[in-house]
């Protein structure tokens, strides 16, 4: 019986090993007459808000991967911190984020998966560009794509990035390989904002606007240029939205609206304080693990299951014989 005690103790180590800490909830990005910053909430709707970070400009774009924020503050500069700081962005830390002055960011997307993040950029006088950054350590960006006008919508899903740049929907692959064109909305009067990636149905939604309508998300799957669905009008145009679980979260006006991705249970999340004008939002689900006795017993749990299943099989063997 030692294997199966071995596999008992073994079982219990990896399940009770879990992470501490992990911060779940909403955070909006926001400029203001001040400056800018990011408001951080509890998923939980229509809760009161915390300062997670302060600026002297506005935070124009924002995300979140392996809890920890990342932002890009007056379009000079991308910052990063924990999810659990609570200084109010005392503890951030700055990032490569500029070859030279002039250049401003447009977007920024981030995947710890592969080490590295995207930046968009504006260099006046060379063009517009995706470029690629190390996350750790620190170093030297290479250009990811050149492109024709100002890239957003700039996001990363399984192991491609995607991206809006003026009226079309683009792909490539990480590698820098395989770029290739979503969708063309060339029958014009099209504005389009951002766009969230679902790789488990294979679609995309895409916050518009369109004229003789109102600002909008559709729906589209990732064939390229497929037909698509409404998933929701809105009353303002929409500066980004972010899925998160079986959520898609957007900005409304003053207001974060989400919705299931089936279309149902529309849901005003957060209303912005007068004076804050919402411009990026991110997600994180990473729900606090408080301590780890639960999981323990949960582990003890399964490994006993387990170690019985392996004792009745080995007497079904013996009595086989």
């Known amino acids: 019986m030692k294997t199966p005690l071995n596999l008992l103790c073994f079982t219990?180590?990896?399940?009770?090993?879990?992470?501490?800490?992990?911060?779940?909830?909403?955070l909006v990005s926001?400029?203001?007459?001040?400056?800018?910053?990011?408001?951080?909430y509890s998923l939980t709707p229509q809760t009161t808000g915390?300062?997670?970070?302060?600026?002297?400009?506005?935070?124009?774009s924002l995300t979140v991967a392996n809890n920890t924020a990342y932002w890009a503050s007056?379009?000079?500069?991308?910052?990063?911190?924990?999810?659990?700081?609570?200084?109010g962005g005392a503890a951030k830390t700055a990032l490569p984020s500029l070859p030279f002055g002039g250049v401003t960011i447009s977007d920024l997307a981030v995947d710890p998966?592969?080490?590295?993040?995207?930046?968009?950029?504006?260099?006046?006088?060379?063009?517009?560009?995706?470029?690629?950054?190390?996350?750790?350590p620190?170093?030297?960006?290479?250009?990811?794509?050149?492109?024709?006008?100002?890239?957003?919508?700039?996001?990363?899903?399984g192991n491609k990035a995607y991206w809006i740049e003026g009226i079309n929907v683009w792909s490539q692959n990480l590698d820098g390989t395989g770029k290739s064109q979503?969708?063309?909305?060339?029958?014009?009067?099209?504005?389009l904002n951002d766009l969230a990636v679902d790789s488990a149905s294979q679609t995309y939604f895409l916050a518009a606007a369109t004229n003789g309508l109102p600002p909008l998300i559709a729906r589209y799957p990732l064939t390229p240029n497929a037909n698509g669905n409404l998933f929701t009008f809105a009353t303002?145009?929409?500066?980004?939205?972010?899925?998160?679980?079986?959520?898609?979260?957007?900005?409304?006006?003053q207001g974060v609206y989400s919705k299931r991705l089936d279309g149902t249970d529309f849901t005003l999340q957060e209303t912005l304080p007068n004076g804050l004008t919402p411009t990026d939002l991110a997600v994180s689900l990473d729900a606090p693990v408080s301590a780890p006795e639960p999981a323990t017993s949960t582990a003890l749990g399964g490994g006993l299951i387990l170690f019985a299943m392996l004792l009745r099989n080995r007497r079904l063997r013996k009595a086989e014989r």
């Open 30 to 40: 926001y400029s203001s007459i001040k400056g800018g910053g990011i408001e951080k």
């Open 236 to 253: 303002n145009n929409i500066p980004a939205v972010t899925l998160a679980g079986d959520r898609a979260y957007w900005i409304d006006g």
């Open 182 to 191: 979503v969708q063309n909305f060339s029958f014009g009067g099209v504005e």
């Open 74 to 87: 007056g379009g000079t500069q991308i910052y990063s911190d924990s999810l659990n700081d609570a200084t």
């Open 138 to 157: 620190p170093g030297n960006f290479s250009i990811f794509v050149n492109a024709t006008t100002t890239i957003q919508g700039l996001t990363i899903a």
């Open 12 to 26: 219990a180590i990896i399940l009770s090993t879990q992470p501490f800490g992990r911060a779940a909830g909403l």
């Open 113 to 136: 998966a592969t080490n590295q993040y995207l930046v968009g950029w504006i260099a006046p006088g060379y063009g517009w560009f995706i470029v690629q950054y190390p996350l750790s």
């Open 50 to 60: 915390t300062i997670f970070d302060q600026e002297t400009v506005a935070v124009n």
